[in-house]
């Protein structure tokens, strides 16, 4: 169950992933960082005692000097007693992802801005822009008129890599076959209250527009925080809206996709324009990764899967992410090569394919 | 893939089963009750030939002094020469529970109650309160506007545990994130017809209130008999309810949930109040429980998952869910142990947590 | 890993497959039959970096005398170099499959009949009726009122062993469960346009015509091409119908199901007339089709799950859907064996029962 050398060896694009903090955490803070809840629950005990907390004890406590499996206190106190931007840095560099696409579009200002990240790990980075973030921030001083043409310029003049839809948390992925018309997205934009956008019509429109833009478009799929409806987030909700792009020929990402890998893996079978990861769920599932990794795996055409970390906040997240992917793909390859699946050349291309050469393809990186 | 010793020695606490049948099987009847259909289909062979029923075989014969893998004409023979309060003894003091939350509201007459299972057993029990069922004894005598005071005085003299809805089977899980007022709820009682209770409003009433009364409240998900619509037995479509009870504190308990145990981590994760099992899942897959049990503990925070069998009628099923679950659970723990994922005494409390640390917590035992 | 002796040498009934293509094909061709895809994605690689992809090269090479793990392009030009009429003999007299079970509705001008797939295999064969494909031939000519009439004759008339709803690709799963008056129908073809049935009444009138006519009942049911919507081919949609149908005693069957496998294990084990088979799956997952048999008997009754290989103009299909189908038992068994869940001769019993004694129960071969 170690990891195949040339696994280990391999550099990552890191195709979706947030900043670091700027500080510090408190024991509380770190663990609802770990996972998806917002706080821990008094009813339920520590999220130290789950598969990521363990990650933490066993994988990361060793690059900052501590015993394996140290307890949590020893590693808090550790942690704290270290500068943040070291730990950060450290936990970066052994990720061994090289480039890093950034979705700098929530809690910006607690977080490193990608060429901050990028610079710190000593790595490329690139934007992604979050569409939602984007339209809330220019529709605050535009009017309804203005805000079409403002943002469909700002996409085309961005120097981002790419485009995040997080219609999964706003409206569901149930998103319509037909591309909305200008004038009701006017009426829309004119009914609109302030806050996060809400409207579907709104949504879709702002997924077209990156798509004309030619910008990569990612979608957050399935597993998150409590503000989705996980049920909403089934990626095969979104079959009209990818029938009606894929003559298009601009890649769209699902990303995560967890519990939803196999519908997942279906679309992006079935759908040239259509590419899938699964972000979160990689480190979320720490030593139990490698079978959701093979799940994911069954039915994709190795062309088309991407790594992600997902990582967002904790620096831990970057390397835990990196890491219990490389030992998932490992075991996948190591599994396919004692069953003579397919020839140790063939292992190392699907290895590389997956790692980075899937994303600098979609990204044109 | 034997058991590790610390899990083989396990007292747990069985959160959720019912009765066993006072009488003897005839064997169509016990083949029926081994898996959720209603009858042997003709078409599609003896139930003996499916995981559970190998399991029967293989692990209950021994313990009626048979060999391993007995017959089934030799099973049922042996088991119908003894008396059946014998064989039910035998099995319960097998399992190795020695605790037993009972959902007494489901063919009572049939079945032991719990203090009668608990005293064979020799074991603690309490009840469960099974709320659709108190609704319909009530409603039968009470007017619509006494019905609410009677129902809400007997969930708050009740020296029942936890309260269980059964949601799943009359109206799917989409229960409303909106409390119903008493106005609805009255109107609905008095536009209601004898029998089953169905009416969203009033099903979506009963789980308020078992809440309100501070009862830990159990939820049908899944898996179950031929009566339920699956797909609206996704936990997920639980979320508004989740999301509008999660600030009163009080433990909400998501039950079997195959196929859909990874949503039913999911929501365990996100919101503080909720935990979920397995169920009836486990002795229902067999030998092949560990799979299943892994895949449920992806995500799950360990202070969050409890143990219970969903044992109905035959006592053959407690010793099985227990067995199996401890098969389940040794084969995770062994697997993180070879891992080098946790450290042996981390197991250790894993098992402690949820064998029976998260449910006397839970259920304040 | 290799195949227990007992597995490889059963002979199998495939109860759901298409024909082979009369001619040779082009790579480009060849790529998108062996998935689902309609067309190669220029973004996203070569379809040969698949497990299908995979699978071809390790073990359809040797079959036309070339090392395992031939190159795509060696492989494909020695295919060329051959008859297409000996390749397809190679694979299918290889498969072991010695009773096909033909749906000839779709693209029934480019592929071999059922005879003649017979023949040149060397094996028995008989038809599904595909019951849309029917009704579109019969409405061509025929008006709404002599539609019903002709529709009824031609099923009893019909030498077809079972009949085959393609409800999913039209309508998804979600039928009434009332059955339709014959006034609804009348009027449905009243107002029907030339082309596709895509009424759910008619839909559903045509299953309820097969059972009335004593034919088992085949549907589409999960995975397939680009022009499903995967939410609505869950087969728990069903239940209704399902539920409508039960006391009729005709089986219906339930193909490929991924990734709704566990789902449609639900329904074969609560409702006594359904049976379920894992299909395009076996081939389309390659070197990892055991984790996902696995998952699909894991509440089935084994009296109630059939092999079909659901291959499609290529014989490469039928080969690796026969052999994947026996790696992935025979990992199942052997699995069962080593953790002593049944004696080798239930293993035995199991297998046979799965590779051809229940289909011939169903189909009363």
Request: include cysteine; hydrophobic fraction near 45%.
């Amino acid at each position: 169950m170690g990891i195949l050398p040339f696994v280990a060896e391999l550099g990552l694009i890191d195709h979706h992933c947030h900043g670091v903090l700027r500080v510090d955490s408190t024991r509380e803070e770190f663990e609802s960082l770990l996972l998806e809840a917002d706080s821990v629950s008094p009813l339920g005990g520590s999220f130290f005692d789950s598969a990521i907390g363990f990650a933490v004890r066993r994988w990361c406590a060793p690059l900052l000097d501590l015993p394996r499996h140290a307890s949590a206190d020893e590693y808090l106190e550790r942690r704290n007693s270290l500068h943040i931007t070291e730990v950060s840095r450290t936990f970066l560099m052994a990720s061994g992802i090289h480039t890093f696409l950034v979705d700098g579009g929530f809690q910006a200002e607690r977080l490193l801005s990608a060429p901050e990240l990028g610079s710190l790990a000593g790595a490329d980075s690139h934007e992604i822009v979050r569409l939602e973030h984007l339209a809330e921030e220019l529709s605050g001083t535009a009017t309804a008129n203005e805000f079409l043409d403002q943002f469909r310029q700002r996409l085309r003049s961005s120097s981002a890599v790419g485009a995040k839809s997080i219609a999964a948390y706003r409206v569901g992925l149930a998103l319509s076959g037909e591309r909305p018309t200008e004038r009701d997205v006017l009426a829309a934009m004119q009914a609109r209250s302030p806050g996060p956008v809400k409207d579907p019509v709104v949504i879709s429109w702002l997924a077209w527009e990156a798509l004309d833009a030619g910008l990569p478009l990612q979608f957050h799929v399935g597993y998150g925080d409590s503000d989705i409806d996980l049920h909403r987030c089934d990626p095969s909700l979104l079959t009209p809206f990818l029938r009606a792009t894929a003559s298009l020929g601009v890649p769209i990402l699902l990303l995560h996709n967890y519990p939803f890998h196999r519908q997942a893996g279906y679309l992006t079978q079935v759908f040239p324009h259509v590419f899938c990861d699964l972000g979160l769920a990689t480190h979320g599932l720490g030593h139990q990764a490698s079978r959701v990794l093979a799940e994911a795996l069954e039915i994709v055409p190795y062309g088309k899967f991407l790594f992600s970390s997902d990582a967002f906040a904790l620096p831990e997240l970057y390397y835990l992410g990196a890491l219990m992917f490389r030992r998932a793909l490992s075991d996948f390859l190591a599994d396919g090569l004692r069953r003579d699946a397919f020839l140790e050349e063939d292992a190392h291309r699907i290895a590389r394919l997956i790692a980075s050469e899937n994303a600098a393809r979609v990204y044109k990186l």
